[in-house]
Nanobody, 122 residues
Framework: QVQPVESGGGLVQAGGSLRLSCAAS????????MGWFRQAPGMEREFVAT????????YYADSVKGRFTISRDNPKNMVYLQMKSLKPEDTAVYYC???????????????WGQGTQVTVSS
């Protein structure tokens, strides 16, 4: 199994940047697709970005395309989400997930981290 642990959240002004990190324990990290989701208060958890097992394929939600970049370092068992041009509507708890395939829905993902808070002030 691959158990994710997120870090790097915080408070940032609109237009700023943050990089989230996800450390995924487990010897089979390179066998899993990885993804980032977010959940704002009172809202459902929504897809942000996903990356393939090898890292050569990525997919983004339209709301973050061109502003966020997902990447992974398989030897280090790490996944990153670089966020630029942040907006107040990006405020949410961000979750890292691992699963057998890339997917934009919540259900197929097998393992979830506890989340890290990102707050963007206007």
């Amino acid at each position: 199994q691959v158990q994710p642990v997120e870090s790097g959240g915080g408070l940032v002004q609109a237009g700023g940047s943050l990089r989230l990190s996800c450390a995924a324990s487990g010897l089979s990290f390179s066998r899993y697709a990885m993804g980032w989701f977010r959940q704002a208060p009172g809202m459902e958890r929504e897809f942000v970005a996903t990356i393939s097992r090898s890292g050569d394929s990525t997919y983004y939600a339209d709301s973050v395309k061109g502003r966020f970049t997902i990447s992974r370092d398989n030897p280090k068992n790490m996944v990153y989400l670089q966020m630029k041009s942040l907006k107040p509507e990006d405020t949410a708890v961000y979750y890292c997930a691992s699963g057998p395939v890339m997917h934009s829905s919540v259900r197929p993902w097998r393992y979830w981290g506890q989340g890290t808070q990102v707050t963007v002030s206007s």
